[in-house]
């Protein structure tokens, strides 16, 4: 796993000794600790070996529970690969990410709106 800046975006990429996938058909799953997990956008590079997450609200979903876990547990799924799984533990992550990201900041994740809807109007 490697945190680094690309092309002035943050970015978290897993790199492999063998094929995981590739991005038909293939799929990212992660979760920190013993907290719900998550399926990523991830992009699957054309290598096979290689797993980039770059989406701006996904890098800083990562990076906000990496911060504050002690282990990761990842999981690739994929129709050509079969399954791969990972474990990664990540105590001394604040530090880390700093480091990483310290001339491309992750921005925080935008808070979600909840749409409202007006109470039905009544006919008289």
Known sequence: ??????????????RFDFKVGLD???????RFDEKPGHETNARFLASARAIVIEQDA???Q?????A????????VRSFT???TTAEF???GAPAAIASAYATCPVKPPEPQR???QSPPKRSR
């Open 24 to 30: 038909n058909g293939s799929f990212l799953g992660y």
């Open 81 to 83: 690969a079969g399954r």
């Open 68 to 75: 504050a876990s002690n282990v990761l547990f990842i999981r």
């Open 114 to 116: 909840v749409a409202t």
């Open 89 to 91: 533990k990540v105590d």
């Open 62 to 66: 990562f990076v906000s529970e990496l």
């Open 1 to 14: 796993m490697q945190l680094l800046c690309f092309v002035n975006r943050p970015a978290v990429s897993f």
């Open 58 to 60: 996904e890098v800083a």
